[in-house]
């Protein structure tokens, strides 16, 4: 009895020591887009024993959906990668765990992404930490930019320069084209039209998305620019009414000049398109200068999580941190977050992908709860604006476009507060 009553006691003295909690298991989404990496990150991280996390993929344009409703009837998992973009809208709905402490307690806080973080950050908390990314650039295609008597390693460093070689692609005839850009493609464009704008000393959004500023002049420059091409036969008819089935087909059949992009394109080039070479530089603002959209996913964790799984989420996201998990997100698909560490990351990979790195670093991320609103709705204000204001016949009408998108997207951010 004795014994008995000793093992007992030694075996509730064990769990109470330092570094013998017990092992915790939690459930982990990510959308199909992460289908790469993080099946191996996760499997690197449920090798070293103990922790554990349980993987489930979701196709990328239910993620949302599927995460609000489960949140409402309280089966969302435990963490979830999410759209950083979506960051402040589940924030603001209560859905999200006060991440705070734990990000500024680690002694890189300040080599995470910074456009990651502030698109995380709600009320002065932070809900959302950087997990995977990709960087908006610009590509060339070599092959073309030879034919026609251009310097192939020369990349553009602002409009006029895109505009020229772009002309002179087109110059050569047989269904070839200056440039190339998804014009009904909401989405696409604010990845990859925006960082010009920006770049150039505008702003989508002020006040952490309480202000919508399309009426300025930086964004009326950068959509004469994209017109005036149009006008001028650089871009293939078929652009107006691509909702972004070709961002990436257009510039990969190889009778594309210059397109903007992501950095995914690199591996996709490389894996499918072998023979087509090609170069990665930054987007460029009208006079120079540059920027980028800095996109990926930020992981969250769900408000009704409870406490003692903290450890273990806490554990994987830092894993996720260190330099081997950083390489294992680099080698499978994804930029890394921490700057002080990429180029570690991503050695032994393509060099463009350290151009990607770097536009990532500067990148920026529109801030607002009601983006999906205001930017990805297949007739929302965005869409509607460029797309009618990319082929307008007259200045005027680009102006007309302008404030009425002024106007509706105001009015969306108004009305949600």
Not at 79 to 108: H, M, N, R, V
Not at 157 to 170: F, G, H, K, M, Q
Not at 234 to 241: I, K, R
Request: hydrophobic fraction near 40%.
């Amino acid at each position: 009895m004795k014994l008995k009553t000793f093992l007992s006691g030694a075996a509730i003295a064990a769990l109470a020591l330092p570094g013998l909690a017990q092992a915790e298991t939690f459930s982990l989404w990510v959308r199909s887009d992460g289908s790469e990496f993080m099946p191996k990150l996760v499997d690197a991280f449920n090798a070293k024993g103990g922790d554990k996390a349980e993987l489930q993929i979701v196709p990328v344009n239910e993620l949302v959906q599927k995460y609000a409703i489960a949140a409402a009837g309280g089966s969302e998992p435990d963490a979830l990668s999410l759209d950083l973009i979506y960051t402040p809208s589940f924030a603001q709905a209560g859905q999200l765990k006060d991440l705070t402490e734990f990000a500024k307690s680690l002694p890189y806080y300040d080599n995470l992404s910074k456009a990651h973080l502030t698109v995380g950050t709600y009320d002065g908390k932070i809900y959302g930490m950087p997990f995977s990314a990709d960087a908006s650039v610009l590509v060339w295609n070599k092959n073309l930019f030879e034919e026609a008597g251009l310097d192939p390693d020369n990349a553009p460093t602002n409009w006029a320069e895109i505009r020229d070689d772009a002309a002179a692609v087109a110059a050569l005839g047989d269904d070839t084209y200056g440039f190339y850009f998804s014009g009904n493609c909401g989405g696409c464009n604010i990845f990859t039209f925006m960082p010009l704008v920006w770049a150039s000393g505008g702003a989508l959004f002020e006040d952490e998305g309480a202000k919508a500023t399309v009426t300025t002049p930086q964004m009326k420059d950068a959509i004469e620019f994209y017109r005036g091409m149009v006008e001028d036969g650089l871009v293939p008819a078929g652009s107006q009414t691509d909702a972004g089935s070709n961002f990436f087909a257009a510039f990969a059949g190889g009778n594309i000049g210059i397109t903007p992009s992501g950095s995914f394109a690199i591996g996709a080039l490389n894996n499918q398109y072998p023979d087509l070479e090609y170069g990665v530089t930054y987007l460029p603002g009208k006079d120079g200068g540059w920027s980028s959209f800095a996109g990926g996913d930020n992981i969250v964790v769900s408000a009704k999580t409870e406490d003692a799984k903290m450890p273990a989420i806490q554990a994987f996201i830092e894993f996720a941190y260190s330099p081997d998990g950083q390489k294992i997100l680099a080698q499978n698909g994804s930029l890394p977050v921490r700057d002080d560490v990429a180029e570690q990351a991503l050695e032994g990979l393509d060099s463009r992908y350290l151009i990607a790195a770097r536009a990532m670093a500067k990148g920026k991320t529109p801030y607002s709860p009601v983006f999906n609103d205001l930017i990805n709705s297949l007739n929302g204000p965005w869409v509607t604006m460029l797309n009618r204001a990319f082929y307008a016949d007259s200045g005027e009408e680009v102006d007309e476009a302008m404030e009425e998108a002024q106007d509706e997207m105001q009015s969306i951010i108004d009305s949600s507060r």
